[in-house]
Nanobody, 115 residues
Framework: QVQLVESGGGLVQAGGSLRLSCTAS????????LGWYRQAPGKQRDLVAV???????NYADSVKGRFTISSDNAKNTVYLQMNSLKPEDTAVYYC?????????WGQGTQVTVSS
């Protein structure tokens, strides 16, 4: 059973940066998209950024210009570089990899931005 392992979350002051990483514990074939979602307390899980296997990216309006998603398909790894962080970015961040056959989710990593 392939698992997604996330790292890089933590506590940072507003205006700071964090880099999240997510690596699959095994090989995932026929990847379609790799992405990051986040869920704040009492809110639904929302898309933050996604990248296709071909390198096309899409971002939530709230993070455009501040966050950058990238991937290393050979390593089944996806990254999220987060700059100019704001308190409203505070949430649990989940990585997701969708293949032709099924989707995979990480366990989540907490990002807390203090004002």
């Amino acid at each position: 059973q392939v698992q997604l392992v996330e790292s890089g979350g933590g506590l940072v002051q507003a205006g700071g940066s964090l880099r999240l990483s997510c690596t699959a514990s095994g090989i995932i074939f026929n990847i379609k998209t790799l992405g990051w979602y986040r869920q704040a307390p009492g809110k639904q899980r929302d898309l933050v950024a996604v990248i296709t296997s071909g390198g096309i990216t899409n971002y939530a309006d709230s993070v455009k210009g501040r966050f950058t998603i990238s991937s290393d398909n050979a390593k089944n790894t996806v990254y999220l570089q987060m700059n100019s962080l704001k308190p409203e970015d505070t949430a649990v961040y989940y990585c997701n990899i969708d293949s032709r056959y099924r989707g995979y989710w990480g366990q989540g990593t907490q990002v807390t931005v203090s004002s």
